[in-house]
């Protein structure tokens, strides 16, 4: 039995941040990562994404990534971004191998997986949300007769042109599958609240500086005296577009589903071929299980390091694990914390 100081469960970005901060430390740690290739969660995004910063505010630690084309890096920039990035530090990964679950035995953490059993002293988990997509539950859902996907499982708009779609959440994910779909088809986009749009020349720098300054405590506005905030919607090219095209009008909810479209508040009728749900993700935490650490889809972290489970850590799957732990710009603070303590209890 080969045991590991440390396994870190999931290559992404969260994953590589924290092997960055071991290349420093003579540990054996392996990286744990279910798909075939790099790229993490950004590999099951939609073709057209966009993110929502320069290239400087989209870099782990120690390497930048190259300067895009455009203002902000593509989908397929970012993941070969990764790529490089893990080839140039050379990180023991190991493909495939997709973590079933996670239990405790003699103080060692036995990890069962596809690919066999793994040992470790510590260890880190670093799954992210990307695999537990978010659905909110409607009255008679199960009687649509149309397509329901979920934006994870959206790739483009080929399957759904001249369709009549219904786009669900207000965020950045919303905004630009809304932008692309309405070249194609029919759209209605429905959001909780009115869409919450920032000006043209604030983007993800402003945001990640905003949060830092609440997070510090001292909340500043932007020089538009606008309240920035991460879930506000940045103008990307695409949302540009659509907005000139007057695509970008949200409704409230409708209150039900019937079996060929939805039923809303002024209780009219309208018909729907498909349903795109850009609501948003949980915590993929469902390895853990076992450990009995896990409620309300939450385990309970000092910073990343689990309370009830002091050889645990949990890196990049929001706030709760560290402050903006779940964007490319804040999980390395997380990691370099998360590394310090796994080092100082090894």
């Keep these: 039995m080969k045991l590991y100081d440390t396994l870190i469960i999931g290559g992404g970005q969260a994953g590589l941040s924290v092997a960055y901060f071991f290349r420093r430390h003579n540990i054996d740690y392996l990286i744990l990562d279910a798909n075939e290739k790099p790229g993490g969660s950004w590999l099951h995004t939609w073709d057209s994404l966009k993110l929502f910063s320069p290239t400087t505010y989209s870099s782990l630690s120690g390497w930048q990534m190259p300067q895009s084309e455009k203002d902000y890096p593509t989908k397929d920039e970012f993941i070969s971004y990764l790529e490089q990035y893990e080839t140039r530090y050379d990180f023991p990964v190991q493909r495939n191998t997709n973590v079933i679950s996670v239990s405790k035995e003699h103080d060692v953490f036995k990890l069962t997986t596809n690919q066999g059993e793994f040992y470790s002293k510590t260890l880190v988990s670093a799954t992210g949300t990307a695999q537990q997509p978010y659905i909110p ?9 149309g397509l329901q996907l979920h934006s994870l499982n959206y790739q483009n708009a080929n399957a759904i042109v001249g369709k009549r779609v219904l786009i669900i959440g207000g965020g950045n994910s919303g905004a630009q ?8 088809a029919h759209t209605q986009w429905v959001t909780l609240e009115p869409p919450n749009f920032l000006p043209d020349d604030i983007d993800g720098r402003y945001l990640f500086n905003e949060a830092t300054q609440t997070y510090l405590g001292k909340p500043q506005e932007t020089s538009s005296g606008i309240k920035a905030s991460l879930s506000n919607i940045v103008m990307v090219e695409s949302v540009k577009e659509a907005r000139a095209r007057a695509v970008l009008h949200a409704k409230r909810p409708f209150t039900a589903f019937y079996e060929q479209g939805v039923l809303w508040n002024d209780n009219t009728k309208e018909p729907f071929d498909a349903v795109i749900w850009c609501t948003g993700f949980k915590a993929n935490l469902k390895h853990l299980e076992p450990l009995n650490l896990i409620e309300n889809n939450r385990i309970e972290t000092q910073h990343t390091r689990a309370v009830k489970e002091p050889k ?4 990049g799957y929001g706030s709760w694990t560290g402050f903006a732990s779940a964007t490319i710009y804040g999980v390395g603070k997380t990691a370099r914390q998360t590394v310090k303590e796994i080092i100082e209890t090894l």
């Design 137 to 145: 539950k409607y009255p008679n859902q199960h009687l649509f007769k």
């Design 177 to 184: 599958i809304l932008a692309e779909v309405s070249k194609v």
């Design 312 to 315: 645990l850590w949990l890196v």
